[in-house]
């Protein structure tokens, strides 16, 4: 049996653009991604502190060093520019590798430089 986990999470990224015209994602930091393991294309669930939103879409690359967190498309009607958000992605995981998986929690600044990181 395998059993959806918390991968990863972005926790309380600033939104710094909402791209209405796009066709459609969420933008991210390259070394955010990485940070994160995010890859481009994987799915996502972002979650909106400010209004409550949730919603899964897929990542797109951003610039690396930009600190870009930007909703594209739809996602763009769910989020403005300033809102805080967690971007969280999610594994499949065996039953025996449940115990010892750890997921990665990378804790944002208001400007989305990494303030904390815990990791396995």
């Known amino acids: 049996m395998y059993r959806i986990l918390m991968k990863s999470k972005l926790h309380g990224a600033c939104v710094t653009q909402a791209n209405l015209k796009y066709e459609g994602s969420i933008t ?4 955010l991604m990485e940070k994160a393991d995010v890859v481009e294309n994987e799915r996502v669930q972002v979650v909106n502190v400010n209004n409550g939103e949730r919603f899964e879409t897929y990542v797109i690359k951003g610039g690396r060093g930009s600190g870009s967190i930007c909703l ?3 996602a763009a ?3 403005t520019e300033g809102d805080i958000i967690h971007i969280i992605s999610y594994a499949h995981v065996d039953e025996k590798e449940r115990e010892a998986f750890k997921a990665t929690v ?8 990494i303030k904390q990181e815990i990791a396995p």
């Open 106 to 113: 990378i804790i944002l600044n208001e400007d989305n430089t």
């Open 28 to 31: 991210i930091d390259e070394d």
């Open 77 to 79: 009607r769910l989020g």
């Open 72 to 74: 594209n498309g739809p």
